[in-house]
């Protein structure tokens, strides 16, 4: 036993496997004293904010400040506040309006500015234009004004009592805030989701209870599976018989259609993540029944297995002390892929609306489902989906390589 | 030609027993529920509705398309009837468009794109996979891991993927549909054209996830040839390598075919789910559309004519088997 621990963990395409899972679980474990509270809790009031850092902007105003003078913090400004959209249509105003462009990079801001500067005037009006586009121009030279000119920023409130407008304070451009300081500061790694709610912290969850439904599944399929080949294999006759006819026909009935035709059949608010877990299980045993009996067929008329037989020993003793052993591996094998196809199947079946129940537990198949309901992948908010399609590969990654590693040790001919 | 009479014909007795069980359950399965089927299916569809009479109407309409009162045999009797008449009952959602119908425009497109995705995909496979059991070392070493990884990748995140890259950020293709939403098909030079780039993503994702599984599967078994005694027997008389190597690939391709006909039913769920990404208007999307409409009629539908897809598939690879497979050959002659 642990001479085989041993080989097994020499092969590298094992330990690799085994390392990436061990991190994702790792991960499952510690994130959430890092950052606890409920994964679905909904934070955010619009849907798919950007990934970063956010600051309150109330919180900043009254922050202690310190002033810093950098050069280029107006061009910066700038920068930020014109599109590569807006310039475009800066320089198109300028050619409208018969200015030679013909020198003017539109990425050099200081010499647009200058020329903008120097012809824009929101009386000239171009021929052919409408209000709509001559509104958009006002406004852009207003926010250009405005960035460019004051110097200031006043912060007003209304006087309850008096209805008076107060000055509260004046924030000038070299005013620069700690972040440190300000009192409410979000980090989003991966921004939140079409309900406002934390990525990240929903994925570190979905993460748990795919993984959760995987074992599930896999537990049930691989017991099954094991329990109907060693009696297949081990009897024989009409028992086999019996279990073959069943096995044979549930090879070639996709049990995808069964899955679908299951979850659909079971009311909504039955379908919990151990429901569908245990669907997937009980739809998909039929490998590991086919693989165990094939290999009890082999074992069965070997010597120590005859030997056994004449000793009277009972049957459940022949086949733990006698058989099991030498399909150990196997089966370990067959659940572990198990495991990847289950999470799999969730996925898929979330994607289609028949998996868990939505409110309670995140999958990483209803994230997915979420994120595709609200074309996040049409409207650019990668954070919502790629993850989720980066995590379920690593997952069934890390599976697949470990069992490879295992087939390696356990398969000589397979040997490099 | 007479001696594979009774291959062929256990073949298809299993092939007639497997039709019938997936009749049955698809049958029985959404009626073995606690409680009225009827009643379930209505509770769900009338959900919203308040007028009774509406709700009574639907019920009305159910119960005599399922014939709950009579007893179970004859429902199935009638059920299997009814098919045979190529009737499956009439959409909710699509009302009053005949299930059989929607079903009809939808089976060819996921035919036209499934059949020669997988088969490319199985090609590929095993061509990848039999050269890295020959080249072994770096071919092995950095391909084997990269292709693990792709057919690791779920079908619809391949898909996502591949619609992000090239359809949203490259603008090169099409985001979703089978055809231009302009266009009325027809035998033109245009929609053809249009028919072929949508084509390409669905297409290519299938392609490039199911590469993977066989190539591995393929690699194991020609690694597994190369060192049989037959190949040493062969060196020894000094046949030429690549005579050789032609044999062992024949050889190592024998289980990769009853490997793709196991396999079938997972590629088909995968890629059927990939469907829904590009809107694409084969099964996946029919049948999504009817999980989404609570349109039973349609759900059953599409089940049923997937199983029976993937079981003529099955066996249409079962009859390749037993003409390419010396030892079944040899079976028969005897």
């Known amino acids: ?416 | 030609m007479k001696g594979y009479r009774k291959y062929f014909g256990k073949k298809l007795f299993w092939f007639g027993i497997t039709f019938i069980a997936a009749l049955l359950l698809n049958f029985t399965l959404p009626r073995l529920m606690p409680g009225d089927p009827v009643s379930m299916i209505v509770s769900k569809q009338a959900q919203g509705l308040t007028e009774a009479s509406a709700v009574k109407a639907i019920y009305d309409n159910y119960a005599k398309e399922f014939g709950t009162s009579k007893p179970m045999i004859e429902q199935f009797f009638t059920y299997v009837g009814n098919l045979f008449k190529g009737d499956m009952g009439t959409s909710f959602s699509q009302y009053p468009r005949k299930v059989a119908d929607i079903i009809g425009s939808a089976v060819g497109w996921t035919l036209g794109l499934q059949l020669p995705a997988i088969i490319m995909g199985w090609l590929l496979g095993n061509i990848l996979g039999a050269l890295a059991a020959y080249v072994r070392k770096g071919f092995d070493k950095v391909l084997m891991p990269m292709t693990l990884f792709f057919s690791s990748v779920p079908a619809f995140g391949m898909a996502v993927t591949l619609l992000v890259i090239f359809s949203i950020t490259l603008k090169v293709t099409p985001v979703a549909g089978g055809y231009g939403y302009d266009m009325i098909p027809n035998f033109s030079w245009n929609f053809i054209n249009s028919v072929l780039q949508h084509y390409q993503l669905p297409f290519w994702s299938i392609v490039i996830i199911s590469i993977g599984g066989q190539a591995i599967g393929m690699r194991s078994m020609s690694i597994y040839e190369l060192n049989a005694d037959y190949v040493k027997y062969a060196r020894f008389l000094g046949i030429k390598d690549r005579k050789i190597v032609g044999y062992v690939f024949r050889n190592a391709m024998l289980p990769q075919v009853t490997g793709l006909a196991l396999s079938l039913g997972t590629m088909v769920g995968g890629a059927l789910v990939a469907e829904i990404i590009f809107s694409y208007p084969g099964l996946g999307t029919t049948m999504y559309q009817g999980i989404k409409m609570m349109d039973y009629p349609l759900i059953s539908g599409t089940t049923l004519i997937i199983t029976v897809m993937v079981l003529v598939a099955t066996f249409v690879l079962d009859i390749v088997y037993g003409f390419i497979d010396p030892r079944v050959k040899a079976a028969q002659f005897e």
């Open chain 1, 1 to 416: 036993m642990k001479n085989t621990i041993r080989q097994v963990f020499h092969s590298p395409k094992f330990v690799v496997g085994f390392c990436i899972f061990m991190a994702i679980l790792l991960t499952m474990l510690v994130y959430p004293f890092i950052n606890p509270g409920d994964p679905l809790k909904m934070i955010g009031l619009g849907t798919f904010a950007e990934p970063g850092t956010y600051v309150s902007m109330y919180d900043s105003v009254g922050a202690p400040f310190s002033t810093f003078k950098i050069p280029d913090a107006d061009v910066k400004r700038l920068d930020k506040l014109l599109t590569q959209e807006d310039r475009a249509k800066m320089r198109e105003w300028l050619e409208l309006a018969q200015v030679d462009v013909s020198e003017l990079d539109v990425g050099d801001m200081d010499s647009l500015l200058a020329m903008w500067k120097q012809h824009y005037d929101p009386e000239i009006r171009i021929p052919g234009m409408i209000k709509a586009v001559r509104n958009y121009y006002i406004r852009l030279n207003n926010s250009i004004l405005s960035a460019s000119v004051s110097d200031t920023l006043k912060v007003t409130d209304t006087d309850e009592a008096t209805g008076e407008t107060i000055e509260k304070t004046k924030i000038s451009k070299t005013d620069y805030v700690n972040v440190d300081d300000v009192a409410n500061v979000i980090s989003l790694p991966l921004g939140t989701d079409n309900f406002g709610r934390d990525t990240l912290k929903q994925l570190v969850a979905a993460c748990g209870v795919s993984i959760s439904i995987g074992l599930i599944a896999g537990a049930v399929a691989t017991a099954l599976g094991l329990l109907l080949g060693l009696l297949a294999g081990y009897l024989g006759g009409w028992v086999d018989d019996f279990i073959m006819f069943f096995t044979n026909i549930f090879t070639v009935i996709p049990s995808f259609v069964l899955l679908i035709l299951i979850n659909y059949s079971i009311n909504q608010d039955q379908r919990g993540a151990g429901t569908v877990a245990l669907v997937i299980g009980l739809t998909s045993w039929v490998w590991t029944t086919r693989s165990v009996r094939s290999q009890v067929i082999s074992l069965r008329n070997r010597d120590h297995v005859n030997l056994s037989r004449l000793s009277g020993h009972s049957l459940p003793r022949i086949i733990l002390t006698d058989i099991l052993p030498y399909i150990a591996s196997y089966v370990m094998m067959a659940f572990i892929l198990q495991v990847s196809s289950g999470i799999l199947a969730e996925a898929q079946l979330s994607l289609l609306g028949l998996g868990p129940k939505t409110t309670e537990v995140p999958t990483l198949g209803l994230m997915m489902n979420w994120a595709m309901l609200y074309s996040a992948h049409l409207n650019g908010s990668w954070w919502a989906y790629f993850p989720v399609i980066l995590v379920i590969a690593l997952i069934s990654f890390s599976l697949n390589l470990m069992n490879t590693g295992l087939d390696q040790v356990f398969n000589p001919t397979l040997r490099e």
